[in-house]
C-alpha cells in the first residue's frame, strides 16, 4: 500500500504561480512512475506531469513551457511547479502514484482568478 497526501493548492491571480506537493509513504520501494492529474469541473481528470524514479519528464501540451515536476526519493516526494497560471489551469489536482496498481492523493485545489 501507498499512501499520498497532496498540499499546495490555493488561490492566485493569473500569471503567478504556484507549487504543489506529494508526500508519499508506505511500500514507497515499489512506486516507478510518480505525477500530477488534473480535474476540472465537469470536465474528466486530465494527465498534467508524470515522472518516472528514473527522472524522465512527461507533459501535456497544455502546461509545456509553464509547468515542472520535480521528484525526490528520500524521503520520497514529488513537486509541481506551477508558472504563469491561466485561468484555465483551475482544477483539483491529484498526485498519482504507480507501482502494481494507481494510487491517488485526496487532491489540492487550485483557483486562478482573471
Known amino acids: 500500500q501507498v499512501q499520498l497526501v497532496d498540499s499546495g493548492g490555493g488561490l492566485v491571480q493569473a500569471g503567478r504561480s504556484l507549487r504543489l506537493a506529494c508526500a508519499a509513504s508506505?511500500?514507497?520501494?515499489?512506486?516507478?512512475?510518480m505525477g500530477w492529474y488534473r480535474q476540472a469541473p465537469g470536465k474528466q481528470r486530465e494527465l498534467v506531469a508524470t515522472?518516472?524514479?528514473?527522472?524522465?519528464?512527461n507533459y501535456a501540451d497544455s502546461v509545456k513551457g509553464r509547468f515542472t515536476i520535480s521528484r525526490d526519493n528520500a524521503p520520497t516526494r514529488v513537486y509541481l511547479q506551477m508558472n504563469s497560471l491561466t485561468p484555465e489551469d483551475t482544477a483539483v489536482y491529484y498526485c498519482n502514484a504507480v507501482a502494481r496498481v494507481a494510487y491517488w492523493g485526496q487532491g489540492t485545489q487550485v483557483t486562478v482568478s482573471s
Open positions: 508506505g511500500s514507497i520501494f515499489s512506486i516507478n512512475i
Open positions: 515522472i518516472t524514479s528514473g527522472g524522465s519528464t
